[in-house]
């Protein structure tokens, strides 16, 4: 069984996605997401209306954004500007929050 560690708290949030696991805190022009990916997670490429950040707080994000592959690991942030194809893997378990800023 997969240990969650976010605080019960923010798992007590809106659950926002069937496909992968994350909870919603609603912001003014912002969502903010808790995401958790377990390892071998893939996400087809797709791209949103939205200015996307994020920071890893657990294991490891392989991106690619217009063609560019790139790993973020522990403490560091992505950007994935709005309308920007992108896809993802996650070979080990990993935890971000993200903000998605609407325009």
């Excluded at 926002?16 to 805190?25: D, K, P």
């Excluded at 294991?59 to 973020?72: K, N, P, S």
């Excluded at 690991?73 to 971000?96: I, M």
């Amino acid at each position: 069984m997969r240990t969650i560690d976010f605080p019960e708290r923010f798992r007590a949030l809106e659950r926002f996605s069937e496909r992968f696991e994350a909870y919603r805190l609603p912001a003014r022009d912002c969502d903010v997401l808790f995401a958790m990916y377990p390892a071998g997670t893939a996400v087809e490429p797709h791209s949103h209306d939205t200015d996307n950040w994020g920071v890893i707080t657990k294991g490891e994000l392989q991106i690619t954004v217009d063609g560019r592959e790139m790993r973020y690991g522990l403490g560091e942030w992505y950007h994935v500007p709005a309308q920007a194809l992108h896809s993802a893997r996650f070979a080990v378990e990993t935890e971000e929050i993200e903000f998605w800023f609407r325009p």
